[in-house]
């Protein structure tokens, strides 16, 4: 697969500060917001932002959460690929909490969805938010927009954003790619 | 990560150990879901499973249905007795005619051996039948898959990694479905297998199987990480094969007083329903250690998680 840099792992920190420094503003005004990474890649941003946090403001301490979606996909039956579960890590009941939701990129939005749908398992939280690295704009497939956004891409639905993190991949880069699987 | 390697779960026999690995791991999964306040998820929504149960169940059924329920499919109950079968029906034609209302999966359980092989394999013949996928549910004395893999969910929820661990099933092998399936469950998951049971208990042969036998109950208490003690089948006994429940009890039947006085004693599992007093005394059945309900609780997640798989294959 032929893939092209699009942002590089100076660029990336950046913008987790960034949008770290955003939740602190969040927070600000609606206090104690539970973070939740989406399983499996949403896991390595929100461990980021959860870093960044502990950085900026040592005093405060986060709720925090991993979500799995496997079994509140849409696409179940549907698709080549065998699901595969990962672990749900949610300790912290979601009633009446704002919610925000991490993930690393943003596509078709069904992903959201199902997390939306996933989350209620635990509790009617008064709000989510979403945050992502990459907003894929033009590919969205329902409504549903990001509320955090690191960078926005113009790719197509042919091609694939690839978000590679130092700790699984070896370094920190964005890659866009087309995409030949059917 | 593949598929399962089946389209059915027939037996233990027909998975290999990476499948069995999968359903494991997948059930962890499916035992956090049953934790939340809502133990509810939509998976299995556009899929229609009939249980045929043609042999009495409380556990596996109850068990199963719930599975189902908590993976939203849409559950058809059957049993035996008070259908078309008294009128003379065959089971393939039973089977038929459900398939026909578009049902998805089968659940079965039936007291003849190769049953669910028979069901799978005659299906597959009919146009109308040839997507339904079969579960074994218990076939007679032959395999009870599910069973035997939430053993092994139970076993490794204590022991870790079951490769070289020594496992025991004690009691009445010769009828027990459960034997079979747990023998080869555990075997592909690198466990050591022996049995203990009177002579008259154990088939013959069984070493074959790549199993120790044993004929004292102390021994193996001593030298195993796990008991799993089986139910004496009265119901399909025929003729003697022990003096009495109470020359059972004394001889083969677990009791506090055996596990006292050891350092690590075994892991005790019963796969249900239990004779109390007969192969298990009322004191180790309700011992804080005792896994038997775990076993319960297991059994749900683990059906979940063989549902979803078979479900989800493309």
Redesign the interface.
Known sequence: MQSRLLWNGKHMQERIQRLAIQVLEFHAQYPNPVLIGVQPRGTFLAHRIQEALAQLAPELSWDFGLL?I????DD??R??????????QLSV?LENRRVILIDDVLYTGRTIRAAL??L????RPSSVQLLVLVDRRLTRELPIQADFVGFKAESQSHQKILVEWEEFHGQDQILVANDNTP | ???LSVRHLLGINELNSEDIQRILS?A??FK??LQ?????????R?ITIANLFFENSTRTKLSFELAQKR?SADVLNFSGSQSSLAKGETLVDTANNILAMKVDMVVIRHSAPGSSHFLAKRLAGFPKSKHAQIINAGDGTHEHPTQALLDAFTLQEHLGNLAEKRIAIVGDILHSRVALSNIRCLQKLGAKVSVCGPPTLIPKHIEQLGVKVYHRLQDVVNSHDALNMLRIQKERQEGSYFPGNYEYARFYGLQQQHLLGIDRPPLVLHPGPMNRGVEISSEVADRPESLILDQVENGVAVRMAVL??L????
């Open positions: 799995d496997t079994f509140h996909r179940f039956r698709r080549n690929k065998p699901a595969e579960p990962a672990a749900t009941s749908d996933a209620q398992s635990f509790g | 990560m593949n598929s997948t962890t999964e956090e879901v939340r306040p809502i133990k509810k998820v939509p998976s299995l556009d993976l979803f798989l479900a989800s294959r493309p």
